[in-house]
């Protein structure tokens, strides 16, 4: 069964510890449902830079991404689909599906 790497853009944490609270409580619940198909819970992304192709850095990535998780699923349709549960939507996010596959 093929990996999928969902990749977050946007969402927040919560202003207070109820808050934060009531979001994991959410996150596990439903990495819960997904069971066996999770197969790296993932975490959300801190600081960053960029590369350009000339090879200079900048100060920031400015992609917006916060964060990934990575679910097994039969195809993408069946990843998307679980994807569309996912607390981070709720907060005004959005979720990418990317189908993995071995290159080496």
Do not use: H
């Amino acid at each position: 069964m093929p990996n999928y790497v969902l990749i977050y853009k946007g969402g927040a944490m919560g202003q207070s510890e109820a808050e934060r609270n009531q979001i994991m409580a959410a996150w596990g619940q439903w990495f819960g449902s997904l069971g066996q198909d999770v197969v790296d819970g993932g975490n959300p992304f801190g600081p960053s830079r960029s590369i350009g192709a000339n090879g200079s850095v900048g100060g920031g990535a400015t992609s917006g991404l916060t964060g990934y998780s990575i679910l097994k699923a039969s195809n993408l349709d069946e990843a998307t689909e679980k994807a569309r549960g996912c607390p981070v939507l709720k907060g005004g996010a959005s979720v990418e599906v990317y189908e993995t596959f071995n290159a080496m």
